[in-house]
């Protein structure tokens, strides 16, 4: 694959089932995109055929293909080593506790769970298709993303090609509803004084500022963000050096409301000031 071109012009999205293939096809589309869905593997390269010999009249072009198409385990692989423009490979996923709930709400079957559970399905869904997430240039980790933050992820990470320089994104998370999938760095915030077991701050978050002055006031808080920023400004010039495009930060507490999105927008305001480009979400905060 190393010697053809790889263009983002050219886009595979794939993924989990349920994992928000469809919104982001919609989304391309509406970028732009001559969008297929579930094209059958072997009739991909007469496309590209087509489309490099100018014989439709496609400027870009995305795929959308799965594990719903018979042959796509055993024939994709080979057939993208062989393509003579290697597209751009956007590998969707969520945790299982997400998947089977968004099956529950559409109800729809899982493609892989005809005569058995959902949840049965998702895992081997995601045991088969561990190879293609090797193969991907993005892993994209939907559990908790709104459609615009979704689409805001896609925007940064595939459609502007030309912002070399490093995207951070610092997720705050809850333990209970499980890591984020797609994390390059994860901190764990639970052993800071937790504003959960007061009365006056049990319904804030942590973008209040009383939470915040809670936990940013304590000792333990102060030494761990000033060795948390070290760590973090130490291992950022080793990412960028080696090319990398994104980096996911997790910082997780026991459910995802208070100190992880305090200490979350305290590293968002570090990384700023460093003249980097950082987004923040906060994944759990209204669960």
């Not at 896609?154 to 490093?166: M, S």
């Not at 007061?198 to 500022?209: F, M, V």
Request: hydrophobic letters at 40%; aromatic letters at 8%.
């Amino acid at each position: 694959m190393k010697n053809h071109r790889k263009s983002t012009d050219f886009v595979v999205v794939t993924g989990l089932s349920g994992s928000g293939k469809t919104v982001v096809s919609r989304f391309l589309e509406d970028m732009g995109y001559y969008c297929v869905d579930n094209l059958p593997a072997k009739l991909i390269p007469e496309l590209v055929d087509l489309w490099l010999r100018k014989k439709v009249e496609i400027e870009r072009m995305a795929l959308v293909v799965d594990i719903r198409e018979p042959h796509f385990l055993t024939e994709f692989p080979e057939i993208v080593k062989k393509l003579k423009v290697q597209p751009f490979l956007i590998f969707l996923e969520a945790t299982d506790e997400a998947l089977v709930k968004r099956f529950s709400e559409s109800r729809r079957p899982h493609p892989l769970a005809k005569n058995k559970s959902v949840l049965s399905g998702v895992r081997l869904e995601r045991k088969k298709l561990a190879a293609i997430k090797d193969m991907a240039d993005e892993v994209i980790d939907t559990t908790g993303l709104t459609i615009s933050q979704l689409k805001e992820q896609v925007l940064e990470r595939v459609l502007r090609p030309k912002q070399r320089r490093l995207q951070v994104y610092v997720v705050s998370f809850g333990y209970k509803h499980g890591l984020p999938l797609d994390s390059d760095l994860v901190f764990d915030t639970r052993f800071l004084p937790n504003p959960y077991y007061l009365d006056s701050l049990r319904r804030l978050d942590g973008r209040s500022r009383k939470v915040r002055d809670f936990v940013l006031t304590s000792e333990e808080t102060r030494v761990f963000l000033d060795k948390l920023f070290g760590f973090v400004d130490h291992l950022l010039p080793g990412f960028i050096k080696e090319g990398k495009s994104t980096l996911n930060i997790a910082v997780g507490c026991t459910g995802g409301r208070h100190r992880s999105v305090v200490i979350a927008e305290a590293l968002k305001n570090h990384l700023r000031s460093k003249k980097l480009a950082v987004k923040i979400i906060h994944r759990d905060i209204y669960k």
